[in-house]
């Protein structure tokens, strides 16, 4: 593993402090600032392939636009499935995370 340059820290500003980002061409990753806090994730939803998705009112997860599963934002589980699959085997389904960081107005991830 080794830091990755991914983004200027003003884009995710830009960006209302959420956004994915294709990193490769098979690596989508979920950043987000939340009260100063960074995290990242995988930023392909485990159900079907959507891209993440905007940050709860609680600020504690992140929802898939497609069918609302939602995402715990510090380990990446599935604390909701998705309405139309409710039964789903959420702890089979949680996402990647990475350390993220920023330096020099850049955020890099520990990819
Ligand atoms: S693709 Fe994300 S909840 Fe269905």
């Not at 990242?40 to 891209?51: D, E, K, V």
Request: with cysteine.
């Amino acid at each position: 593993m080794a830091w990755k340059k991914i983004l200027g820290a003003k884009a995710l500003e830009n960006a209302g402090n959420s956004l994915s980002v294709r990193i490769d061409n098979d690596t989508v990753v979920f950043i987000a600032r939340v009260d100063g806090k960074l995290y990242a994730m995988n930023g392909i939803c485990t159900h079907l392939r959507c891209i993440l998705g905007k940050v709860t009112d609680d600020k504690k997860h992140v929802r898939c636009p497609c069918h609302l599963a939602e995402f715990e934002l510090e380990t990446g589980k599935m604390v909701k499935p998705p309405y139309i699959a409710p039964d789903s085997p959420m702890e089979k389904l949680g996402l990647k995370t990475y350390n993220i960081k920023e330096e020099d107005g850049f955020l890099q991830i520990d990819y």
